[in-house]
């Protein structure tokens, strides 16, 4: 696993770490994402070589927590783009099961391998445009001393707040997936279940190491 994968599995249990039903519209998106890395840390620094050695319990803990922070039904629908509307219910039910699952398998592998110094919340944040909207960035400084710019698309819905998007080094990963599922579609015929069946934890990788 390359560095941008683990880097993305650092960013995915930071918000999931200390994130629970009270992260609602009273708290900031800032501060839910500020508290997120704080308890994070708490959690990760000594446990490494656990995880590494109790991978279920850690896809546990990545499975548990992901259904408080991400808006999968609205992410499921944004990357299936304008093939959503023709797809069965089921269909669109299962492509979201099967893309979450795509990134706990994926990405939970890189939180014991990634070395990271610091993940640091911006203090000059982007004024919302939209009242039920919000965008949040941060940094992640590796041990080599790189830096990764990091921007969380966030959405108020059901007064709390979830990520709908993320932004990693440039690289736009709703965009990413979608012209994945896109390309895969033309690829099976437009053959929903051929795609979703298909849909595996490479779908992803390589167009993001492409872009590192």
Do not use: C
């Amino acid at each position: 696993m390359t560095r941008l994968p683990r880097l993305l599995a650092i960013l995915l249990l930071a918000l999931m770490a200390g994130v629970t039903a009270q992260a609602s519209a009273e708290r900031s998106p800032e501060q839910m994402i500020r508290d997120s890395i704080d308890e994070l840390t708490g959690q990760i620094e000594g446990r490494r070589d656990h995880f590494a050695q109790n991978m279920d319990e850690l896809e546990a803990l990545v499975d548990d927590s992901l259904e408080q922070i991400a808006d999968f039904r609205y992410i499921g629908a944004s990357v299936m783009g304008r093939y959503f509307a023709n797809a069965t219910p089921q269909q669109r039910s299962r492509f979201v099961e099967t893309f979450r699952q795509t990134l706990i398998d994926t990405y939970a592998k890189g939180l014991v391998t990634f070395d990271y110094r610091e993940l640091r919340v911006l203090e000059n944040q982007q004024s919302r445009r939209y009242e039920d909207q919000a965008s949040v960035d941060m940094e992640v400084v590796a041990e080599d001393g790189s830096v990764y710019p990091v921007s969380y698309t966030l959405r108020l819905s059901d007064g709390q707040w979830k990520v709908v998007n993320v932004i990693v080094n440039g690289i736009n990963l709703g965009l990413t997936f979608r012209n994945q599922f896109d390309q895969a579609m033309r690829d099976n015929g437009r053959d929903y279940d051929a795609v979703i069946d298909g849909w595996s934890p490479e779908v992803g990788v390589e167009e993001l190491e492409q872009g590192a």
